[in-house]
């Protein structure tokens, strides 16, 4: 592996800093708890000169969507997450769950459900890894603009039959962010990666 170059200073050069991909043997790997939705799996790995034994959720994957209207609004829904006892403001977003599903395909199916939308203009945002040290979960964030009305509204259920719509100005959810009224993760990343997204391009006009 080469090692990143530094400044006199120590510090290493950004540029020459990425996630590396790694892959240790897994001397043994048992599904040891398997839910609706996800499951939990114990790995036995050889790390150094010994084995760790990790839990973790396996998980399918999933997507949002940044959707951003003409007039700069980004569009955020608020549900009920039982885990953290909150209604809080998400982006539109779903498991990849359907085998084979092209995360973009995902993507578009999410939006029509969840908000009703369909998007002419789709573009990848960023993909992150949600909770690295408990999740193999991957989340595959898409920037959607010329939105317009899905065809057939979508029937909803459980949490997501009172889900609420709320159309923000893009620069003000990322200062929702900042301040900490926004917590999701996945909305803080996508609302900050579209809105620097959005003033490059204006830099660049």
Known sequence: MTEPRTD????????????????????????????????????RVRYGDGEIVRQYTDHTGAVAVVALDDEGRVLLIQQYRHPIRHRD?????????????????AARRELAEEADLVASGWEPLVSTFVTP????????????????AAPHPHPREDEEADIRLA????????????????????LAVGVLAAERRVRSGDERR
């Open 8 to 43: 006199p200073s120590g510090t290493a050069e950004v540029s020459d800093l990425r996630d590396e991909p790694f892959r240790p043997e897994v001397v043994s790997s048992e599904e040891v708890y398997r839910g609706a939705v996800w499951s939990i799996r114990e790995d």
């Open 89 to 105: 403001w998400e982006l539109p977003a779903g498991l990849l769950d359907v085998e084979g599903e092209d995360p973009l395909a």
């Open 133 to 148: 040290g408990g999740s193999d979960e991957v989340i595959h964030l898409f920037l959607a603009t010329e939105l317009s």
């Open 167 to 186: 159309w923000v100005p893009l620069a003000e959810a990322a200062d929702a962010v900042l301040e900490g009224r926004f917590r999701n993760a996945i």
